[in-house]
């Protein structure tokens, strides 16, 4: 089981910038930001694998929003950029079990997300017009 912890969202306005970080209590293969809206279905919006940094986004925040892991393999960052109101949301990191080894160096397909098993609590992302 690896517990996972974000922190760093908060009230902007549109256009401007946030930070967000997913701490791990181990380092992992696979890790994902999801996102979460009043009333809509939960969806993935980036995802890294860890050991190559490779990296995919979900359309809506292609080219605003940027992930990436520390060296220490369990820390990953979410940085987004000219936000808007639409991205507000609960944001969640979430993991793939890091003892699966079809993880080891790529990502499940679209990050599917009955295929992590690991989710932090989250932390809300509001952005004001």
């Known amino acids: 089981q690896v517990r996972l912890m974000e922190s760093g969202g908060g009230s902007v306005q549109a256009g401007e910038s946030l930070s967000l970080t997913c701490t791990a209590s181990?380092?992992?293969?696979?890790v994902a930001w999801f996102r979460q809206a009043p009333g809509k279905e939960r969806e993935a919006v980036a995802w890294?694998?860890?050991?190559?940094?490779?990296?995919d986004y979900s359309d809506p925040v292609k080219g605003r929003f940027t992930i990436s892991r520390d060296n220490d393999l369990s820390t990953v960052y979410l940085r987004m950029n000219s936000l808007k109101p639409e991205d507000t949301a609960m944001y969640y990191c979430?993991?793939?079990?890091?003892?699966?080894?079809?993880?080891?160096?790529?990502?499940?397909?679209?990050?599917?997300?009955?295929?992590?098993?690991?989710w932090g609590q989250g932390t809300q992302v509001t952005v004001s017009s």
């Open positions: 979430a993991a793939v079990n890091p003892l699966d080894r079809r993880w080891r160096f790529a990502c499940p397909a679209g990050a599917t997300e009955i295929e992590f098993p690991n």
């Open positions: 890294i694998v860890i050991t190559t940094q490779s990296t």
């Open positions: 181990m380092a992992n293969r696979c």
